[in-house]
């Protein structure tokens, strides 16, 4: 009798514990994700790179550093005129810094901002907030009355964590289709900005730069139909 209860009890604990997971699989599943397909297009174009395994690691979380250099790739901006402008000074990026250039670029052009001290932080993660602001400021941040913001923003449901200095930003990405979102529709503005999440961005945005194929000329007539 008792080993039959201590059976009950394991396939219990053994339910409780598949359940979860099964869950946890499935929200996964059900949020906007980038692709393999579209996570190579960004390689192809060299928007994003593989780690030195050769692997791309979507989970991993974005620094600003890293940020920094993709932003420059994206919307090249080494050719706008501010890049000639003398060096700022860091003090915690020197020149030997790998992304020392990338984070001149963002500085110079008001791409992203540096901290108190002449500080950068290469090595901070980034939220989702601050990254999908960084990339509207890159895009051009649309100048959205207070009202459509607060439209565009409504139907997510965690719209009111979305800090305020981020939600005109944010609504931008957002009417632009570039946002993804988790299986709830949630923005999740608050964690971290993972390499996945910038892809699936990226991608959107890469999409929008793809030429559309021109409607086709229907063929001429054959002579025949012409002479009659």
């Not at 201590?6 to 339910?15: G, I, Q, R």
């Not at 593989?50 to 989970?59: A, G, I, R, T």
């Not at 601050?130 to 009355?145: C, D, N, P, R, T």
């Not at 910038?198 to 991608?203: G, K, Q, V």
Request: without cysteine; charged residues 20%.
């Amino acid at each position: 009798m008792m080993m039959r209860r201590f059976l009950s009890v394991l396939s219990l604990v053994a339910l409780l514990q598949y359940f979860p997971a099964k869950a946890d699989a499935q929200v996964q599943t059900d949020s906007k994700q980038v692709s393999e397909r579209q996570i190579q297009q960004l390689i192809a174009v060299n928007w994003m790179t593989n780690y030195s395994d050769n692997n791309f690691h979507p989970e991993k979380i974005l620094n600003r550093a890293e940020l920094a250099s993709t932003m420059v790739k994206v919307f090249r901006l080494d050719k706008r005129q501010v890049a000639s402008k003398e060096n700022i000074v860091v003090t915690d990026v020197p020149s030997s810094h790998p992304a020392f250039n990338d984070i001149q670029l963002v500085l110079k052009t008001d791409i992203m901002k540096g901290y108190r001290g002449n500080l950068f932080f290469p090595n901070q993660r980034v939220t989702r907030a601050e990254a999908l602001a960084i990339f509207a400021q890159a895009y051009g941040v649309f100048q959205f009355s207070d009202e459509t913001v607060q439209e565009i923003l409504t139907p997510f449901p965690d719209a009111s964590s979305i800090p305020t200095w981020a939600r005109k930003a944010i609504a931008t990405v957002v009417a632009e289709g570039f946002v993804n979102t988790d299986a709830q529709g949630n923005i999740a503005p608050l964690k971290p900005m993972t390499r996945g999440d910038m892809a699936y961005i990226l991608s959107q945005y890469l999409n929008r730069q793809q030429p559309q194929s021109e409607t086709p000329e229907a063929p001429p007539a054959p002579n025949s139909l012409l002479e009659k």
